[in-house]
């Protein structure tokens, strides 16, 4: 049996989902899935070239009583990560590059998708990350959502 902190983000999400819709009674949430697209002339998955994606899009977002809502859903084991300071995370990219010029995956990431929920909030909306359905429901509650 696979322990919480070894699960994969997928049954998370599923989780999540059920739950916003279940308790919220919300017909619009959307798991957000942008990897690109399959190419059959080049046989392989190519990442879409379109302007106006953007990197570190939140895994779920929804619309509740005009509240725009994302979420972005970490495994528990790598919420520490995931949350540090902006300057660490920026810090620590540097660093790869410096071990690796192609290196950094995991820390451009992490600012991509932290860059992400604070423009989210910027413009009025609720944004966050969250390991489990029960701490969506205590992040939403803060909000006076009624779970």
Same mark, same amino acid.
């Given at each position: ?14 989780? %999540? ?5 279940? #308790? ?11 990897? @690109? +697209? +399959? ?7 190519? #990442?879409?070239?379109?302007? +106006?994606?953007?990197?570190? %899009? ?10 725009? =809502? *994302?979420?972005?859903? #970490? ?21 790869? %590059? ?5 290196? @950094? ?25 969250? *390991?489990?359905?029960?701490? =969506? ?11």
């Amino acid at each position: 049996m696979t322990r919480l902190t070894e699960a994969k983000e997928d049954p998370i999400e599923l989780s %999540i989902l059920q739950r916003v819709n279940f #308790k919220l009674r919300i017909k619009a949430v959307w798991k957000n899935d942008i990897k @690109g +697209y +399959y190419s059959k002339a080049a046989g392989k998955y190519l #990442k879409n070239k379109n302007p +106006y994606i953007r990197t570190g %899009i939140s895994d779920i977002s929804f619309l509740y009583k005009w509240q725009f =809502v *994302c979420i972005e859903v #970490k495994r528990p084991s790598e919420m520490k990560h995931f949350m540090k300071p902006m300057a660490e995370l920026r810090l620590g990219l540097a660093k790869a %590059i410096m071990l690796n010029p192609k290196g @950094g995956e995991r820390w451009k990431h992490a600012i991509d998708q932290q860059i992400f929920l604070r423009d989210i909030r910027e413009g009025g909306g609720i944004a966050f990350f969250a *390991c489990s359905a029960d701490m =969506v429901k205590d992040k939403l509650m803060l909000q006076w959502f009624k779970f």
